[in-house]
Every structure is written in structure tokens, then in C-alpha cells.
């Protein structure tokens, strides 16, 4: 057989492992045939492998064994032979220090277990957020045929006769907790009343953004990602999806004839129409890393800002995905934004995305408005922003934000650490005012290390009490897809790195200009000289996994993959030259 992935599949890759002759033969199949499968499953059939990220410890992936019975049912009925194996998993809400320390070695984990084992094809579970992402990023880089399938989200929370939002409305209960507006006993109920199903975050955050990003892309199947986790078509999704993969496998469909420039074009344009989380930006730019797609960036801003906001869901709205789902879902967007997007682009489904969507309807107008009449107009999706304290650039949810703050002028109160603020956040005599610009540094990719979401520092207490709301953020972190406010996410290069986010000082004034894409840091080259010369790195973790990885991650516009990952590797082990 064939080294590479370029040229024609005379015969299905598991062959080599199931066709072999003599002893070598025998151990492939003999060992397999202990659970009961039937020696002539092993000539002629597609293998496809059904990589579940299904555990208990991670609650939004938990029920992915049913969707998995479900992928196998289309597979048999195909033709194929379905093989599940668990991969890692990344509980979002539970694992600490925070589950994107782990997304590049879950990519890591899960391309390394297709490219070893007999598979022809691969059907992708995931559901919480960095498990989407880590799923292309492995599939990306092995490039044999693949077709992920999302978990679905929960149904909408149930809290004292209104919808709540898992994440957004934490946040919410947080500030009033803290302003007295909320006792411990309702804070106790709505705990068990929020997330009440199977599934992942039902706010378009960034489970559900990654959801529609793989649909946007054509990695999964057109109307996929909106359906809950409970719905039976959740289910009969799976079960096309499995029928579909086997098709995929026939006719050698791979990631990198799905995954082009124009498959991350679109995929940018609708993120901007769902008002899709910040997190889709780094997510994005690491697959297109993997299959060689030249993304950067300034292509979000360029892209997205042409395109209104048309979903009105939380945190930018008032919605949750079980409403987005009976409104018509993406197809519905994807149609309404038609004029934006390459039709043409091929999808998993064997139809293009102008096929898919033709037909799509939606059936609520105050869930997802109609282009002409948008939600929010265009431009109120994420901002790239350039100046001299973010040289690389970053990002601000607009759409998340306050309005009168998007231009704003403001004296630093600066943290080194995240557990700094937290330690005096409720302190009422921290010395903060409304127009104060809280940063925090020392939590981007090298510096947590993981690039945690905390960039949504809570409002001090001391202002939440007499009604401030928001205020201006900066941080070199992340913010949830769930979380709201006037954050200047995703600093790059991050303090740790050396940048210019590491020499601001309490005091320090800081100009913020949206309208005209700035961060400054208002302090003259010479004193940051200066400090510059004062400053050392921090000392990177001793050992394991954190120090391979703050040895080798890329930053924040590059999409923090690790950069020995970068690219596609294709389905045969690299081995050294000699
Ligand atoms: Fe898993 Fe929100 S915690 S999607």
C-alpha cells in the first residue's frame, strides 16, 4: 500500500493489518475476534473508527455512548465495521488548571491513536469545548476520512419561571450575589436547575460556537449542531453520519479536500453571525495550522465585520440553543447569510454548502432576525485590535460589550497573577473607580501556563454595589464563550513572552478605540525601555507535560498549537530520515 495520502487508494488502509497473510495476519485478527466478530468482517469491509470523548468527568460528553450506538447502527447498515475507542476527554467546568492546557495534548492524543490503528475512516464525538477542537486538529493532521458529530447542548434552564444559561447566567448571579441582590438560598436552587439534561453549555458559548464552526466548515452534517442532546434526532444524525463515513471511506473524501481557505472563510462569517464566542479564533487558527490553510488574525476582523449579527442568543442575547434549534438552526443563519459564504465549498454531506442550506427556513425571527433587520449590525461581532500594548493583536466581543466603553481612556490597576485580583476583588477599599482599566497578566498561553478563561475579571465589589456594571478589562487570558463584558481578551504576545502587557505599571494610562481597531499604552518608549531591562521571564515548570508545552506553544494569533504539531502528517508514523 501506498506511504501517502496523495496518491489513488487502490485498497482500504486496514488491509495491511487485516489481509496480511501468516503469523503477522493471524495476531491482527485473532485478538480482534475475541469479542465475537465474524472472520469475514475483516476482507473488504471499511473500518471506522468512532473516537468517543465520552466520561463522566467530563459532564457535557457524558451521554456519547448512546450517540455512538447510534453512529454504529448507520455504519453496519452501510457496510462498514465500526470500531469504538474512548480518547481523552476535557471537562470544561471540572478540570483544572484549565481543560486548553490539555486541548493540544488531546489533538495530540487522538491523531496518534487513528494514524496507529487499522482505521479507513473516523466518526468524531465531542461535545465540550476544547474536545471539538481537538478532534479536527487530530483528524486534520492524520487526513484520512472523517465526519465529527457533536453531542448536541442541554435544553434550556429552568430557574423560577425564566430560561437560564449555563455559564451567563453564573456569571450574572456571581454580581448579584456580591451586591446583595441574590441570597445563598436561590443561588443553592439555581444550581440545580440550570444545567437539567445531557449535553454541553446551552449559550452560544464555546461548545455551541464549536459546534456550528464544524458545520460551518462541512465537518459535520448540515442542521447538526443545534439539536439537543436529548432530542431523538440527535440520534438519527448519528445514524447518518454513520452511513456517510462509509461513503466518505468509497470515495477517499479527507479533511484536506473539506478544510480550505474558503471552508475557514465561511466558518469566520458565520461565527460573526451567531455572535459566536472569542474562543472560535484560537480554535480556528490552530486546524487551519494543521492543514496548511494560511489564517491569521487580522482575517477575522476583515471577514467577520462585514457580517450583522443575526442570532439572539446568550451572552450577546436573550436565547438559548433549544430555541436556536426550533428556529431553523444554522442552516437557517448559513441561508440568511448566503451572500457572504462560498456556496461552492464541498461539505461531508457530498452536497456543497449552497445545497445544503437552499432549502433551510426559519421559523422564529426574534431568535435568528433576518439579515436585513439584524440582531446587531454588522461590525458587532469579535474585533481584532493592534497597538502598542497588543503589537500581535486582540480581541473584544463587541456584541458582549458595553457600548459607551468602546472608546474609553483609563488609569491601569494592574495584577500579576489572576489569584491576586480574586484576593481583593470584594475588598471595600480596593482603590478603584468606573473609569479604572483592571489588567491582569501572567495567564496567556506560557504564563498560566494554559491560557485559562479569566479575562472576565468580576466588576470589584466596591463598584458592583453602587450599580456599575462593567468596565474595561485587559489580559493576555481567554473569557469564557458563556461570559459577557468590555474584555480585551487574548494580548499577544502575552506578558510571559515578553510583551508589552508585562511592563505596564499601576497608574499607567491605557487608550481603548474600537472604532479604530487601537490598545495603547500611554507611556513614551524610553520609560518602557526602562522597565524592559527589569524584567526577566518567569522560570517555566520543572517538568511533564506543562514544560513541553510552555516550551513549544505557539501565541494567541497563531492559535496556541504546539508548534512541533503544526501541519498535516498524513496516516504513516514519520520516521527519521537516514
Ligand atoms: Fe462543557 Fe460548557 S462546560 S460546554
Redesign the pocket.
Known amino acids: 500500500m501506498s506511504g501517502t495520502n496523495e496518491e489513488t487508494e487502490t485498497r482500504l488502509r486496514s488491509a495491511s493489518w487485516f489481509s496480511a497473510e501468516g503469523r503477522n495476519g493471524f495476531g491482527y485478527r485473532s485478538w480482534m475476534r475475541n469479542q465475537g466478530f465474524p472472520v469475514d468482517l475483516f476482507s473488504g469491509r471499511p473500518v471506522i473508527g468512532i473516537a468517543n470523548s465520552a466520561s463522566e468527568l467530563a459532564p457535557?460528553n457524558a451521554h456519547l455512548g448512546r450517540v455512538a450506538a447510534a453512529v454504529k447502527r448507520g455504519v453496519w447498515e452501510a457496510g462498514g465495521f465500526p470500531l469504538e475507542f474512548p480518547t481523552m476527554s476535557l471537562?470544561?467546568?471540572v478540570i483544572r488548571p484549565t481543560a486548553m492546557l490539555f486541548r493540544n495534548l488531546m489533538a495530540m492524543e487522538v491523531e496518534e491513536l487513528i494514524r496507529g490503528n487499522p482505521l479507513d475512516g473516523v466518526v468524531l464525538l465531542t461535545g465540550?469545548?476544547k474536545t471539538t477542537p481537538a478532534q479536527l486538529m487530530a483528524a486534520a493532521s492524520v487526513d484520512i476520512p472523517a465526519i465529527m458529530v457533536t453531542g448536541g447542548p442541554m435544553l434550556n434552564g429552568k430557574f423560577q419561571g425564566r430560561d437560564i444559561g449555563?455559564?451567563t447566567d453564573v456569571w450574572r448571579f456571581e454580581q448579584d450575589l456580591l451586591a446583595g441582590r441574590m441570597s445563598e438560598a436561590d443561588m443553592s436552587e439555581a444550581e440545580g436547575c440550570m444545567n437539567r439534561s445531557n449535553g454541553?453549555?446551552m449559550t452560544m458559548?464555546t461548545?455551541s460556537t464549536m459546534a456550528c464552526m464544524a458545520e460551518a466548515l462541512g465537518m459535520q452534517l448540515p442542521g447538526s449542531a443545534a439539536i439537543p442532546a436529548v432530542d431523538a434526532n440527535r440520534f438519527v444524525i448519528a445514524h447518518l453520519a454513520g452511513r456517510r463515513i462509509v461513503q466518505m471511506v468509497a470515495g477517499n473524501v479527507r479533511p484536506s479536500t473539506i478544510l480550505t481557505r474558503a471552508a475557514f472563510e465561511n466558518a469566520i462569517r458565520v461565527n460573526a453571525a451567531i455572535g459566536g464566542s472569542t474562543n472560535a479564533i484560537v480554535h480556528l487558527l490552530a486546524i487551519a495550522g494543521r492543514v496548511g490553510v494560511d489564517l491569521e488574525l487580522a482575517d477575522f476582523d476583515r471577514l467577520g465585520s462585514e457580517v450583522p449579527v443575526l442570532v439572539n442568543l446568550m451572552p450577546s442575547g436573550q436565547y438559548l440553543m433549544e430555541d436556536f434549534y426550533y428556529a431553523g438552526g444554522l442552516p437557517a443563519v448559513m441561508r440568511e447569510i448566503k451572500e457572504f459564504l462560498h456556496l461552492d465549498q464541498p461539505t461531508v454531506s457530498g452536497h456543497t454548502v449552497g445545497e445544503n442550506v437552499a432549502d433551510a427556513r426559519c421559523w422564529n425571527r426574534e431568535v435568528i432576525t433576518a439579515s436585513e433587520d439584524p440582531f446587531r449590525p454588522a461590525g458587532s461581532g469579535t474585533v481584532v485590535l493592534h497597538g502598542t500594548l497588543a503589537p500581535r493583536g486582540a480581541v473584544l466581543k463587541v456584541s458582549a460589550a458595553s457600548p459607551e466603553l468602546l472608546t474609553h481612556r483609563g488609569q491601569a490597576l494592574v495584577f500579576d497573577r489572576i489569584e491576586d485580583y480574586k484576593a481583593v476583588c470584594d475588598d471595600p477599599d480596593l482603590p478603584v473607580e468606573a473609569s479604572t482599566v483592571l489588567v491582569v497578566r501572567n495567564a496567556g498561553p506560557k504564563g498560566y501556563p494554559g491560557f485559562p478563561e479569566v479575562g472576565n475579571m468580576p466588576v470589584p465589589a466596591v463598584l458592583s454595589k453602587v450599580g456599575v456594571e462593567d468596565m474595561v478589562r485587559v489580559s493576555d487570558a481567554r473569557m469564557s464563550g458563556t461570559a459577557y463584558g468590555t474584555c480585551v481578551l487574548h494580548v499577544a504576545p502575552e506578558a510571559a513572552a515578553g510583551g508589552p502587557l508585562a511592563l505596564v505599571q499601576t497608574g499607567d494610562w491605557i487608550e481603548l478605540d474600537v472604532p479604530n481597531r487601537r490598545l495603547d499604552l500611554l507611556v513614551d518608549e524610553a520609560e518602557l525601555e526602562a522597565r524592559r531591562k527589569s524584567w526577566s521571564p518567569p522560570e517555566p515548570p520543572p517538568s511533564g507535560w506543562a514544560r513541553l508545552y510552555v516550551d513549544h506553544v505557539m501565541q494567541a494569533d497563531e492559535g496556541v498549537d504546539l508548534d512541533i504539531l503544526r501541519g498535516k502528517r498524513g496516516y504513516e508514523v514519520p520516521r527519521p530520515s537516514h
Do not use: K, N, W
Request: net charge negative; glycine share 24%; aromatic share 0%.
Open positions: 457535557c471537562g470544561e467546568s465540550c469545548d449555563s455559564g454541553h453549555c458559548g461548545a
